[in-house]
T-cell receptor, first 113, second 111 residues
Framework: GAGVSQTPSNKVTEKGKYVELRCDPISGHTALYWYRQSLGQGPEFLIY????????DSGLPNDRFFAVRPEGSVSTLKIQRTERGDSAVYLCASGQGLNSPLHFGNGTRLTVT | RKEVEQDPGPFNVPEGATVAFNCTYS??????FFWYRQDCRKEPKLLMS???SGNEDGRFTAQLNRASQYISLLIRDSKLSDSATYLC????????????FGAGTRLFVKA
């Protein structure tokens, strides 16, 4: 497909478990972003990749959160020892550069019980 | 101060009304600006880019005021289908650059 793809669409996990969320960006897009969105809030910046490297990870809330993009395309957001407060929709977006808009995937709805 | 601030609303307007949203940003080095629209339980989608000279797309007009560090969105002749959350988006440099979203302004257009 031509759009940003995120899997899974829904993930329910128990407190303390490890989860991985995957994002497959639009082909050729060098910029890839992860956001977290809670009900009634705007998307909260987590991390931004330019190519393979994390250009800015200042939004990651703590060291339980980590993201990789080893080949400059697909990215994985990893959350260790999940907590109930991690429950949210995790959005991935890709783009072509500074003045280009971002294109979003449908998001992964994470629920930690 | 938040990096991008918006009035959360909600704005409740009748069909046919004109409504305007403002958004302020804190980083004077910000370089590009956008308005996105988000429907309930959907992902954000680009509504329009905001250029220094201002730009118009049908019933929608966006303007940028760099001196006062705000952007605006004007919707004329509101339709029921305009009901959504409108997100203000700002790119600013941080070594690379990062794209920050405001919390969104909710709009309800009533018949």
């Amino acid at each position: 497909g031509a759009g940003v793809s995120q899997t899974p669409s829904n993930k329910v996990t128990e407190k303390g478990k490890y989860v991985e969320l995957r994002c497959d960006p639009i082909s050729g897009h060098t910029a890839l972003y992860w956001y977290r969105q809670s009900l009634g809030q705007g998307p909260e910046f987590l991390i931004y990749f330019q190519g393979t490297g994390a250009a800015d990870d200042s939004g990651l809330p703590n060291d339980r959160f980590f993201a990789v993009r080893p080949e400059g395309s697909v990215s994985t957001l990893k959350i260790q020892r999940t907590e109930r407060g991690d429950s949210a929709v995790y959005l991935c977006a890709s783009g072509q550069g500074l003045n280009s808009p971002l294109h979003f995937g449908n998001g992964t709805r994470l629920t930690v019980t | 101060r938040k990096e991008v601030e918006q009035d959360p609303g909600p704005f409740n307007v009748p069909e046919g009304a004109t409504v305007a949203f403002n958004c302020t940003y804190s980083n004077s080095a910000s370089q590009s600006f956008f308005w996105y629209r988000q429907d309930c339980r959907k992902e954000p989608k680009l509504l329009m880019s905001v250029y220094s000279s201002g730009n118009e797309d049908g019933r929608f007009t966006a303007q940028l005021n760099r001196a006062s560090q705000y952007i605006s969105l004007l919707i004329r002749d509101s339709k029921l289908s305009d009901s959504a959350t409108y997100l203000c988006v700002v790119n600013f440099p941080t070594g690379g650059f990062k794209t920050i979203f405001g919390a969104g302004t909710r709009l309800f257009v009533k018949a």
